[in-house]
């Protein structure tokens, strides 16, 4: 028995060795697999081990990354670097013709006359279906520069990018853009002020105040080629501008390459692209919007997206109708009839009229308005909108003659911090509970964590801290949005996506998209026909992270390019760029000096 006993013990004792080997290998192995799995190889090619040398690669000298410039050259070189292994290349998309240099898929002139014209229907957003989306580039025109850096952007565009002389004979004696040689100039005026901004803001000034950083956000509505906002900008105030495409196509243009921010768009019969109280102050000068109309609809939204406190000027007819009657063209009790409405509906929603100059009005919506009686005695009962509604859905939806009331009573009683603390101040609807899934300290790491994130861009693009770039569109709400739009049932395709994206990007611009890498890959498979140049980066906290950083840079070509050429340098060693800007700033003096002498 002992002897059996012991051959036991002896075949146990043989077998234990390889049993520990056997185990700790499958405890490596799956620790390798997982390591694999999260760092992101693995999926189908080789882009994971890119990233890290790139990203490495990117670490050194003065940041900039590898093979990807920032700069502007108006040139370009092949695009190896947007091969991927394993994975079938995207098909080149071809040019779109020249003529479509001005193409705007979702108002398009054809299709919006199809439309009706009450309550300004036709001038709305209405965008093409499957069938008619373009499946090409679109083009910029011919000749096409680097715009000015602002706040030289503010006076002077290069005429090539915006070749449009209509609104130079229309608008002269207004002085709201002049055509100059190579360049147009804006001298800062409009309609209401021809003298220019500045002296129109010193006036509105005078009520609203500008100087202590409570106003920051202005709505500006009808906004002409956007001199408002873009003298706002000196006094610390950012406005957003719209107006529609209509006979005056290029007025959201110029103000876009003027560097101020701006869309198309129209108060008529669907709701500002806004939340409530989004704005301190909102801005009508000759805006042709009809205040009166629609049992004062176009106030109530205006209210909508004002904030308790803010500010309401309106600039032009009915205002002064007295003595401006007859330069308006219209009768006396036909403007009385109108003001007396505006009026009628600014009490109705507990506004204050604090000023009256000449052509200007101003109202200001009572801090205290959801505490107090309100005036009704107007032509129709006012109506509070169905709470039941979420009132931040307004995409697409349509307007509505009701008062929208405070989401909340902490949310009412509490103000927004004056610029500059607002920036990273607790904003009251969050510190109220009133934006689902963020708290006062999920705010604050996020701000600290889009701090790093946008650290490590300039690590990357140096030229983000140089004046380089003026106009930035961020398409990330902090909720995924971009991945969210491509995977959900009733997705955009990703195609469809980037094409819309390069349509509205300048000519070397830069495009930063941060997603897990299987997103990233199929971006970059697209991308790689699009004449996109593209880096990918790791996380900047660690490699191991999925989610990864794509750089991409659109190359420089134009409408009649045949493709997107290498740069041409000059005897000189410059580049044509350079060379062009030369000979805008010799044609810029010029005209500065005929100005002066106007």
Aim: with cysteine; net charge neutral; glycine share 10%.
């Amino acid at each position: 028995m002992a002897i059996k006993g012991g051959g036991v013990s002896g075949e146990n004792r043989g077998r234990s060795p390889l049993a520990m080997v056997v185990a700790v290998g499958l405890c490596c192995f799956f620790y390798v697999l997982g390591a694999w799995q999260r760092s992101g190889y693995g999926k189908g090619d080789s882009i994971a081990m890119a990233v890290n040398r790139q990203t490495a690669a990117c670490g050194g000298g003065d940041g900039a990354a590898v093979g990807l410039s920032f700069e502007t050259h108006h040139g370009g070189g092949g695009v190896g670097e947007n091969e991927t292994a394993g994975m079938a290349p995207s098909p080149e998309f071809a040019a779109c013709a020249a003529a479509m240099a001005d193409h705007t898929p979702c108002h398009d002139q054809e299709r919006a006359m199809k439309f009706p014209r009450e309550n300004m229907v036709y001038r709305e957003r209405h965008c093409p279906g499957d069938g008619e989306r373009l499946r090409c580039l679109v083009p910029a025109p011919p000749g096409y520069v680097t715009p000015f850096p602002w706040p030289r952007s503010r006076d002077y565009v290069p005429f090539a990018n915006a070749p449009y002389k209509s609104l130079t004979v229309e608008k002269a004696v207004q002085n709201w853009v002049r055509h100059e040689g190579r360049l147009l100039r804006f001298p800062g005026g409009g309609t209401q002020f021809p003298g220019g901004a500045d002296k129109y803001i010193d006036q509105l000034a005078s009520v609203v105040p500008f100087s202590d950083g409570s106003v920051r956000t202005v709505l500006d509505t009808g906004c002409g080629v956007a001199s408002l906002g873009a003298y706002l900008d000196a006094r610390g105030v950012i406005a957003m501008s719209f107006a529609p495409r209509d006979s005056h196509e290029a007025q959201v243009q110029f103000a876009l390459e003027r560097g101020v921010p701006a869309f198309i768009g129209v108060l008529g019969s669907v709701k500002l692209p806004f939340p409530p109280r989004s704005f301190d102050m909102a801005h009508c000068s000759r805006c042709l919007i009809p205040w009166s109309a629609n049992g004062g609809m176009y106030m109530m939204e205006i209210d909508r997206v004002l904030r308790l406190g803010g500010y309401w000027v309106l600039s032009g007819p009915p205002i002064n109708w007295k003595t401006n009657h007859k330069a308006w063209e219209r009768t006396e009790a036909d403007l009385a009839a109108e003001q007396q409405l505006i009026e009628e509906y600014a009490a109705m929603l507990c506004w204050e009229k604090l000023a009256e100059m000449n052509e200007i009005a101003i109202w200001r919506k009572r801090p205290d308005a959801a505490a107090v009686s309100c005036p009704t005695a107007t032509p129709a009962a006012p109506r509070t909108c169905d709470t039941a509604v979420n009132p931040d859905d307004v995409w697409y939806k349509n307007m509505d003659a009701c008062i929208t009331p405070p989401s909340s009573p902490a949310g009412a009683s509490s103000e927004l911090q004056p610029f500059p603390a607002r920036l990273t101040a607790v904003p009251p609807r969050v510190s109220a509970g009133e934006v689902p899934g963020l708290t006062t300290e999920s705010y604050a790491e996020e701000n600290a964590r889009w701090e790093r994130h946008v650290a490590a861009y300039k690590k990357v693009n140096h030229r983000l801290d140089a004046g380089r770039y003026r106009n930035i569109m961020d398409m990330n709400a902090g909720v995924g949005a971009f991945a969210a739009a491509v995977f959900s049932p009733k997705s955009c395709k990703m195609e469809d996506i980037l094409l819309e994206m390069d349509r509205i990007l300048r000519p070397e611009g830069t495009v930063i998209l941060r997603d897990d890498i299987e997103v990233l890959l199929k971006v970059q498979r697209i991308a790689s026909g699009m004449r996109w140049k593209i880096i990918m980066a790791n996380h900047e906290d660690s490699p191991h992270i999925p989610e990864k950083v794509l750089y991409a840079v659109k190359r420089y070509w134009t409408a009649g390019d045949k493709s997107s050429q290498p740069e041409v340098k000059t005897k000189t060693g410059s580049s044509s760029q350079e060379k062009s800007s030369e000979e805008e700033e010799k044609t810029e003096s010029s005209s500065e000096e005929k100005g002066s002498k106007e």
